[in-house]
């Protein structure tokens, strides 16, 4: 056991601190017409990867998800990063599914055995919408979700109806980024003069390593407070295509292993979302393997801080059952 959480612990470095890769170790592609990008280790390995972003201008280019692909594939796996349209204009578009599914099949064609999948946030409910279809049955294994939504339809209209202001900097952050990437894919209905735009997309952008909270305030009393902007924030999305993108009563024939780990304090995404998915997975016939951790040690998807040690060694446990081995024969590589 304690062998396997040291490689967990690996594992979990890889994951939460992706560092910057030797590029003599990592082969990075973009075939054309393929819609992925593509991060291979110099020396092949037998694992192939799929990574997923969560709700990202910068899509599968966001230098945190590059970082982590090349991390990956400098400890030995094959990764694709695949392009997903929705995501990357924060809207609800059942392409994304495909995309995710496409990835799959790529990379299980060309490594061979079942893909593991690590998705994150809005892309995590996509990712495991996508496998949870019964034509993908056996081709993704395992999979770990970082903040999934288990029904859109529950999480839009918990959005956009909170009027009281936040009191913490994460509490605020959380609560303008609702609003701002809500704003964005209404941006050509909303009464947005062409500067507020391009502000709100320069925000976006780069919103999760920076500008400071204040920055992100100001826009939000200046712009996004006004009446006219509000009332536009809350018209509805289809309905059944928020179905067509949620895991919600899709997951009893999935047979993949599922690792899901969430923040407690998730103001994006509630953890009550990863609980109702860890709840329909345990019900699956025959019964499957799946692991769930809430926990305060991360800001939504990243790490916040291993102030809790006991969080750690479960994190750690977690990674070494699933991923451990292979990074740790990477590493040996």
Same mark, same amino acid.
């Given at each position: 056991?304690?062998?396997?959480?040291?490689?967990?612990?690996?594992?979990?470095?890889?994951?939460?601190?992706?560092?910057?890769?030797?590029?003599?170790?990592?082969?990075?592609?973009?075939?054309?017409?393929?819609?992925? &990008?593509? $991060?291979?280790? /110099?020396?092949?390995?037998?694992?192939?990867?799929? !990574?997923?972003?969560?709700?990202?201008?910068?899509?599968?280019?966001?230098?945190?998800?590059?970082?982590?692909?090349?991390?990956?594939?400098?400890?030995?796996?094959?990764?694709?990063?695949?392009?997903?349209?929705?995501?990357?204009? *924060?809207?609800?578009?059942?392409?994304?599914?495909?995309?995710?599914?496409? /990835?799959?099949?790529?990379?299980?064609?060309?490594?061979?055995?079942?893909?593991? =999948? =690590?998705?994150?946030?809005?892309?995590?409910?996509?990712?495991?919408?996508? !496998?949870?279809?019964?034509?993908?049955?056996?081709?993704?294994?395992?999979?770990?979700?970082?903040?999934?939504?288990?029904?859109?339809? &529950?999480?839009?209209?918990?959005?956009? %109806?909170?009027?009281?202001?936040?009191?913490?900097?994460?509490?605020?952050?959380?609560?303008?980024?609702?609003?701002?990437?809500?704003?964005?894919?209404?941006?050509?209905?909303?009464?947005?003069?062409?500067?507020?735009?391009?502000?709100?997309?320069? @925000?976006?952008?780069? $919103?999760? %390593?920076?500008?400071?909270?204040?920055?992100?305030?100001?826009?939000?009393?200046? !712009?996004?407070?006004?009446?006219?902007?509000?009332?536009?924030?809350?018209?509805?999305? &289809?309905?059944? +295509?928020?179905?067509?993108?949620?895991?919600?009563?899709?997951?009893?024939?999935?047979?993949?292993?599922?690792? @899901?780990?969430?923040?407690?304090? %998730?103001? +994006?995404?509630?953890?009550?979302?990863?609980?109702?998915?860890? /709840?329909?997975?345990?019900?699956?016939?025959?019964?499957?393997?799946?692991?769930?951790? =809430?926990?305060? @040690?991360?800001?939504?998807?990243?790490?916040?801080?291993?102030?809790?040690?006991?969080?750690? @060694?479960?994190?750690?446990?977690?990674?070494?059952?699933?991923?451990?081995?292979? *990074?740790?024969?990477?590493?040996?590589?």
């Amino acid at each position: 056991m304690f062998r396997r959480i040291e490689r967990g612990f690996r594992a979990a470095a890889v994951l939460l601190r992706p560092a910057r890769s030797d590029p003599a170790r990592v082969v990075e592609s973009r075939p054309a017409g393929s819609g992925l &990008d593509l $991060y291979m280790p /110099a020396r092949p390995r037998r694992r192939g990867l799929v !990574v997923v972003q969560g709700m990202s201008l910068a899509g599968e280019r966001d230098p945190r998800l590059v970082r982590l692909a090349r991390s990956f594939a400098a400890a030995g796996f094959s990764v694709a990063a695949p392009a997903l349209p929705g995501l990357k204009s *924060c809207r609800e578009d059942v392409r994304d599914l495909s995309s995710v599914q496409e /990835a799959v099949a790529a990379l299980r064609a060309a490594c061979g055995g079942p893909v593991g =999948v =690590v998705a994150f946030s809005f892309g995590a409910g996509v990712a495991l919408t996508a !496998v949870a279809d019964g034509s993908m049955r056996g081709t993704a294994d395992p999979i770990l979700l970082m903040g999934p939504y288990h029904s859109l339809e &529950d999480l839009w209209r918990s959005w956009p %109806d909170r009027e009281s202001e936040p009191r913490t900097d994460a509490e605020w952050d959380d609560f303008i980024y609702i609003r701002m990437a809500l704003a964005w894919r209404m941006r050509d209905d909303l009464p947005l003069a062409p500067s507020e735009r391009e502000r709100l997309g320069e @925000i976006l952008l780069g $919103y999760c %390593d920076a500008p400071a909270v204040e920055t992100k305030r100001g826009f939000y009393r200046e !712009v996004l407070r006004r009446p006219e902007i509000r009332s536009g924030l809350r018209r509805a999305p &289809d309905p059944e +295509t928020l179905r067509a993108l949620s895991p919600c009563g899709k997951l009893s024939r999935l047979r993949s292993r599922v690792m @899901i780990v969430h923040d407690l304090h %998730d103001g +994006t995404i509630p953890c009550s979302h990863s609980e109702k998915i860890f /709840a329909e997975l345990k019900a699956r016939r025959p019964v499957g393997e799946q692991r769930l951790l =809430v926990t305060p @040690i991360l800001s939504h998807v990243e790490a916040r801080s291993l102030w809790r040690i006991d969080h750690a @060694i479960r994190i750690a446990d977690m990674f070494g059952e699933f991923w451990g081995s292979e *990074c740790a024969a990477g590493e040996r590589a």
